[in-house]
């Protein structure tokens, strides 16, 4: 009789292939995507939307908000 625990094969996991950008060496937010939310009321007839900056390689995010969808409150 052999004991199944002693006896048991390892499991290896199947390489995974992730792309170029996310394995290389860089910079924080130095490949990052945007994305908005909202609108969100803040007050009586006064809208905010979160602006949503996400890092590619580092999975960091960071939120600004804006009280406008213009191009001056993005910037």
Same mark, same amino acid.
Do not use: N, Q
């Given at each position: 009789?052999?004991?199944?625990?002693?006896?048991?094969?390892?499991?290896?996991? %199947? %390489? =995974?292939?992730? %792309? +170029? /950008?996310?394995?290389? &060496?860089?910079?924080?937010? &130095?490949?990052?995507?945007? /994305? +908005?939310?909202?609108?969100?009321? @803040?007050? %009586?007839?006064?809208?905010?939307?979160?602006?949503?900056?996400?890092?590619?390689?580092?999975?960091? =995010?960071? +939120?600004?908000?804006?009280?406008?969808?213009?191009? &001056?409150?993005? @910037?």
């Amino acid at each position: 009789m052999v004991c199944k625990r002693f006896a048991a094969k390892s499991l290896t996991a %199947p %390489p =995974i292939h992730l %792309p +170029l /950008d996310r394995i290389r &060496e860089s910079a924080v937010f &130095e490949i990052t995507g945007v /994305d +908005l939310s909202g609108p969100l009321f @803040i007050k %009586p007839k006064a809208k905010a939307w979160v602006v949503l900056f996400t890092c590619a390689v580092y999975r960091a =995010i960071h +939120l600004e908000v804006v009280t406008s969808l213009s191009t &001056e409150a993005f @910037i």
